[in-house]
C-alpha cells in the first residue's frame, strides 16, 4: 500500500509539472513570439505557482531567463541551479521530456526538463520542480498507520489462534483421555455437549455417536455370548450326563446304548440347529448380509404357499395378493417367511387355518407381509417379549430355540423394514413383516 501511496504521488506531481510544460508550449505556438525572451518573461510573470513549485528556464542565446513566483527568497532557484542533473541540463538540454524524483536543497523533490523547440531547433530548456516534502511526510503517516494496522492484525490472527488452538487442543486432549479410559473398559464415558456449532463441536459430537454405537454393539455381544453359553449349556449337560450314565450303568446293554446314542444325537442336531440360527443372526449385522434382486410378489408367494402345504395337517389359506415387482432377497426373505409359517403351525392344531396375506399400506406404501392364524393368539402383554432372543413366553411346544422370530425381525430390519406382531382376523395371532415403500419397483396393476 506505501509503495502505491508513493507512486501515486509521485505521478500526480510529475503531471502536474507536465500540465506547465503544456501550458508554455502551447501559448507559445498560439503567439508564436519573436522575441522567445520577452515571451518567456510575459509567461512567468503571468504564472501563479504554489508555493512549493518553481519554474526555471534556460535560453540558449546566452541570456538566461528565470521567475520564481511563491517562492520567499531567491534560495529556491539557486537550489535548483546546483542540482547535478539541472547543472548537465542547463549546459545541453535533454533530447526528450524527462522527469525523475530527486533532491533538491536537501528536500526531496519531482523534477521535469524539457527541450524547448521553435522552427525545429533546441533553443533553450524548461525547468520545474515542486518540493514532495508533505507528500514524505504524508507516506511516513500511511506507512505507520500500515504498520500498526499489520500488528494489529497480527495480534489479533495470534490471539484468535491461540484461543481457537487452545480449545481445540483441550478437546482433543479430552477425546486421548476418554479413549484410554475405553481401553479400560469403561464405555459409559462421554465427551459432552462443547457448547459450540463449528468443527470442534461436531467432533465431540460424532464421538460419543460412535462411542454409543460401541456401547451398544458390544452391550448386544455380551448379552449374545450369554444367551448362547446360557443355551448350549443345556444340551451339553445332557449329552454328557447320559453318556456317564450309560459308562457307568448300562455300557453292555444294547438297547441302553441305543438308546441313549439316540438321545445324544438328539441333542447335538438341536445344537447344531441352534448355531446355524446364531450364525444367521451374526451375518445380519454384516454389510454384505443382503443380496437383494427383483423379485416378482405374487409368483414368489405361489411357491412359498405350495412349499408349506404339506408342513402340517393345516388349512393353508393364499388371498389375492398385489402384483409387484420388489428389491429383496428372496432367499432370505422366504427363510423369514418360513419361520412365521413353522411357528404357526406349532402354535395350532389339526384343522386350523393359516393364512398368507400381502397387502399395501395406504398410508406410507409399505408392503405388509403377514401370517396369520385361528390358534389361540400371542397376548398383548408378550408381544414385546416374543421378539427377543431365546424368549419363548407361552409357548407350546419344547423344541423351538426362541431364535426364529428374532432372526424374522432381523432379515426385516436389514431391508429397512420391521416387524409387528398383533392379532388374526381368523381369530389367532398374526406376525407382519412390513418392507419399507423403497423396496417395491414397480407395481403391475392395480
Known amino acids: 500500500m506505501v509503495r502505491n501511496f508513493t507512486s501515486s504521488y509521485e505521478s500526480l506531481a510529475a503531471g502536474s509539472l507536465g500540465d506547465e510544460l503544456r501550458e508554455f508550449h502551447q501559448q507559445a505556438q498560439r503567439e508564436h513570439p519573436t522575441d522567445l525572451r520577452a515571451f518567456t518573461n510575459s509567461y512567468l510573470a503571468g504564472r501563479s505557482l504554489a508555493p512549493s513549485d518553481v519554474i526555471l528556464i534556460h535560453l540558449k542565446t546566452g541570456a538566461r531567463t528565470s521567475e520564481t513566483l511563491g517562492i520567499p527568497s531567491i534560495q529556491a532557484v539557486d537550489a535548483v541551479e546546483a542540482d547535478p542533473t539541472v547543472r548537465q541540463w542547463l549546459a545541453a538540454p535533454p533530447t526528450r521530456s524527462v522527469a525523475l524524483a530527486t533532491t533538491i536543497g536537501g528536500r526531496p523533490s519531482e523534477l521535469v526538463g524539457a527541450p524547448i523547440v521553435a522552427g525545429q531547433q533546441v533553443v533553450g530548456t524548461f525547468i520545474a520542480t515542486t518540493d514532495l516534502s508533505a507528500f514524505v511526510a504524508e507516506r511516513r503517516r500511511v506507512l505507520a498507520l500500515s504498520i500498526a494496522e499489520a500488528a494489529v492484525a497480527l495480534l489479533a490472527g495470534v490471539t484468535s489462534t491461540f484461543f481457537l488452538l487452545r480449545r481445540l487442543l483441550r478437546t482433543v486432549g479430552r477425546i486421548t483421555t476418554t479413549a484410554e479410559e475405553i481401553g479400560s473398559a469403561s464405555l459409559d464415558q462421554r465427551l459432552g455437549d462443547q457448547g459450540s456449532d463449528d468443527e470442534v463441536g461436531e467432533l465431540a459430537r460424532t464421538f460419543d455417536a460412535m462411542l454409543e454405537r460401541v456401547q451398544t454393539a458390544m452391550t448386544a455381544q455380551r448379552r449374545l455370548l450369554s444367551d448362547v453359553s446360557h443355551q448350549l449349556r443345556t444340551p451339553l449337560t445332557v449329552a454328557r450326563g447320559h453318556l456317564e450314565v450309560l459308562e457307568r450303568t448300562g ?24 448355531v446355524e440360527r446364531l450364525t444367521m443372526l451374526g451375518r445380519a449385522m454384516e ?78 406404501g409399505s408392503l405388509r407381509l403377514s401370517v396369520e392364524d385361528s390358534g389361540p393368539g400371542i397376548p398383548e402383554s408378550q408381544r414385546a417379549a416374543v421378539l427377543r432372543r431365546f424368549a419363548r413366553p407361552g409357548a407350546r411346544d419344547a423344541d423351538g430355540s426362541g431364535l426364529g422370530l428374532a432372526i424374522v425381525k432381523a432379515v426385516a430390519e436389514a431391508h429397512g423394514g420391521s416387524i409387528a406382531v398383533g392379532e388374526s382376523d381368523l381369530g389367532g395371532a398374526s406376525v407382519t413383516v412390513v418392507l419399507p415403500a423403497t423396496r417395491i419397483l414397480a407395481t403391475r396393476s392395480a
Open 251 to 274: 455300557i453292555d446293554d444294547p438297547d441302553q446304548v441305543r438308546e441313549t446314542v439316540d438321545l445324544v444325537i438328539d441333542e447335538l442336531d438341536h445344537t447344531r440347529a441352534l
Open 287 to 364: 454389510p454384505d448380509f443382503l443380496a437383494p434382486q427383483p423379485v416378482e410378489l405374487q409368483p414368489f408367494l405361489a411357491e412359498l404357499h405350495e412349499a408349506v402345504r404339506v408342513l402340517a395337517p393345516r388349512t393353508f389359506l393364499l388371498p389375492p395378493a398385489p402384483d409387484l415387482l420388489l428389491n429383496v432377497d428372496a432367499a432370505k426373505l422366504r427363510g423369514a417367511i418360513l419361520n412365521l409359517i413353522d411357528n404357526a403351525v406349532r402354535a395350532t392344531t389339526t384343522g386350523d387355518d393359516i393364512a398368507l396375506v400381502a397387502a399395501v399400506d395406504g398410508r406410507d
